[in-house]
């Protein structure tokens, strides 16, 4: 009798929508225009495009400005349709899209910045735009005059910039792996806390101020989820890149994370699960399993005439140990591993399968991702790569 032929199960990956091309250089943000099909792209070839999809189905630009610099960065609000642009001289451009969104006429100009705008965040309820710049100055204007409100010198460049309307607080990631929170005032500001996790520059940060949870993404490849509201300092570890984390997007209602990084990978988190933090390693001169002296120990080494060992740490206990006694490999999903790490061999055999069952899905964008934007109401996700192509992502099939 043949034996039954079993179906393939159905992989559930992300549907490329559309490629979105024409820039020169390298498209350093964009956004999709909500309840439009369009996107708003601003791009190192100075230029800022509108693009609207045609009757065709191919996307073109119903706006073509370009800029006295660079365009480095924006943000958009789509209530009042402004547009706010950090280009690579300092300075902030602002202006109001068209309904139909095939004109752009300017309102002011802001001073911000000695040097290029690394971030921009237009806070409408407050009237404030905050921006951050290579002058390693954060900064927060009116938007209504256009008045510097304050500012606050960073400990290095910052390149991700998050705020949280409730309690005016802002967050600040810089290239020295720092994250600083600062509390808003009108026109002053005060330094709550500094923290630091990661061994590279921050490169991506990402508010969810439901769970009152920051996320950071770094050129060490991690994500670290911090929780502030919990009021316990737990601090995740997401390990999921094998290149720098560039951009994070959180989908509040089904609780996912979105990372993308260098190496065009798109990973899509369940952050609804119960995680556990990753242990402190411990110190010891001898392996804590075998008793056996590790290399810098001369004494236990000469006593015992054994020859030193090299020291590992088991990333689930955190206990030092030589590598006869950590020879497997696991991967730990609710510590964040979905990748194999080195465990001791006593945790290797206590970890189940159910625990090994992976958090997180793996997508390839194909290209290597700089900047990404979730429309969280149909699912769909845009990203921008090195490749100065912009692409639209239909997300439902892993986000829901």
């Known amino acids: 009798m043949a034996a039954e032929i079993q179906p393939k199960p159905l992989t559930r990956k992300p549907i490329l929508l559309q490629r979105v091309e024409g820039s020169q250089e390298v498209v350093n943000m964009a956004v999709i225009v909500p309840k439009e099909e369009g996107v708003i792209s601003v791009s190192e070839d100075r230029t ?62 802001y001073q911000a910045h000695q040097s290029r705008v690394t971030m921009i965040l237009f806070v409408l309820e407050l009237e404030w735009v905050l921006s951050t710049g290579q002058d390693k100055q954060f900064a927060w204007h009116c938007s209504e005059s256009g008045q510097r409100l304050g500012g606050y010198r960073t400990s290095a460049v910052a390149s991700g910039l998050q705020f949280d309307v409730e309690t005016r607080h802002v967050f600040i990631g810089d290239q020295s792996g720092q994250v600083t929170i600062l509390k808003l005032e009108q026109d002053s500001c005060t330094l709550v806390t500094t923290f630091r996790g990661h ?75 119960e995680r556990q933090e990753t242990p402190e390693w411990l110190d010891s001169d001898s392996c804590q399993k075998c008793d056996q002296p590790f290399f810098w120990n001369f004494k236990q080494m000469w006593d ?12 689930k206990c955190g206990k030092a140990v030589c ?11 609710l510590m964040g591993f979905e990748f194999e790490v080195r465990v001791c061999d006593s945790c290797h055999e206590a970890i189940t399968d159910e625990e090994r069952a992976p958090t997180a899905t793996f ?37 829901s």
Request: glycine content about 10%; hydrophobic content about 35%; proline content about 4%.
């Open 48 to 109: 800022v495009r509108v693009w609207l999809k045609r009757d065709s189905g191919q996307y073109w630009p119903s706006i073509y400005q370009v800029m006295p610099a660079p365009c480095s960065c924006m943000s958009f609000n789509p209530e009042t349709r402004r547009l706010s642009i950090g280009l690579d001289n300092g300075t902030i451009a602002e202006f109001i899209l068209s309904e139909d969104y095939n004109k752009m006429t300017p309102v002011k100009n």
């Open 199 to 273: 061994t590279g520059g921050v490169t991506a940060l990402c508010w969810d101020p439901v769970q009152r949870v920051l996320f950071s993404g770094s050129s060490d490849h991690s994500v670290i989820m911090w929780d502030i509201g919990g009021r316990k300092g737990t601090a995740i570890e997401l390990q999921g890149h094998n290149d720098k984390v560039q951009a994070l997007s959180y989908a509040q209602h089904t609780r996912q994370l979105i990372s993308c990084g260098g190496d065009g990978g798109i990973v899509v988190w369940n952050m609804d699960v």
């Open 304 to 315: 015992s005439k054994k020859i030193g060992l090299r020291q590992h740490h088991c990333r």
């Open 323 to 333: 590598g006869k006694c950590s020879s497997k490999r696991s991967s730990i999903p």
């Open 363 to 399: 997508h390839d964008s194909k290209h290597n991702i700089v900047h990404v934007h979730f429309d969280a109401t149909r699912g769909w996700l845009l990203t921008s790569g090195t490749d100065k192509v912009i692409k639209l992502w239909d997300m439902t099939p892993v986000v």
